[in-house]
Each structure stands twice: as structure tokens, then as C-alpha cells.
């Protein structure tokens, strides 16, 4: 968030810019969750969390995670075998193949939608991501 806070101070941004806060559930206890993102909120920066990892991001560009459980060795799972039915290749998070998921960004964002059964939390309470928020605003073209 400081990160956030310096490059707004450093750069003119225009009226529709937007800043967003990407974190993990994962990596966060609830408390302090809530209050970095309340105070995310309260400085104009969007949320883009991912629980309880931003693998679940990536598997929306494939399927429908049906892991219920928060934990992200689960989702990574999921996403190699995923990646190994339809590309032949491993899940490498050092080098992630971006060309895997390109023809899958539409998919992954009606997954992501499907999962994510109310919109307004802050972040979502199981399994689930609010990266689709940002990726729908870059797609429309109003970022």
C-alpha cells in the first residue's frame, strides 16, 4: 500500500486512473486483512484479492475451481494438472507462461463472476477472486 501511496504522490494521474490493491487472503490474518483493506478503501485504492491465493486466478482461466477448502497448495494443484491436460506443461510460479492463460482471460473472468457470490465484501469469503475487477476495467479499456 505504501507503494500505492508513493506513486500517486509521484505521478500525475488523471481523473479515471485507478489504483488497486492486489494481496492474498493466504498471506494475511483476518484481523490485519481488515484493516489493510479498510484503510486501502479509505485512501481511493481498489481491491483485487484472491483467496486464498492468486492461483485461483489462474485456474478460473481453465475451470470452475471446485476446491472448497482455503488452502492454495490445493489450488496449485488443481492448476498444474489443468495445465498439464491442456498445455502438456507444469505449473512454473518462477516462470509463468503468460501465453498459457491469454486465450483464457474471458473464461477466467465469467469464472472468477460465477464464483464470487457477493461482489461488494472486500475480498471473498471462500474460494474465490476479485482479480476479475480489474482485468474487466482493463478490458473494457477504461483503465
Known sequence: MERLKHF?????????D?????????????????SVTKEAKA???????????FETWLLCHYILPTI?????????????????????SAYNKAK????????YVEQAVQNAKQLDNNPSTRWPNKVGTHVY???????????
Open 133 to 143: 475487477k480489474v482485468v474487466a476495467q482493463l478490458v473494457k479499456g477504461s483503465i
Open 8 to 16: 500517486r504522490q509521484e505521478y500525475q494521474l488523471e481523473a479515471n
Open 96 to 103: 509463468l507462461n503468460t501465453d498459457y492463460f491469454k486465450p
Open 43 to 53: 485512501s481511493g485504492f481498489k481491491l483485487a484479492i484472491s483467496n486464498p491465493c
Open 18 to 34: 485507478e489504483l488497486w490493491l492486489m494481496i492474498d487472503v493466504d498471506r494475511w490474518q483476518d484481523k490485519k486483512l481488515s
Open 68 to 88: 472448497t477448502t482455503s488452502s492454495c497448495k490445493k489450488i496449485t494443484e488443481q492448476l498444474g494438472d489443468e495445465l498439464k491436460k491442456v498445455h502438456n
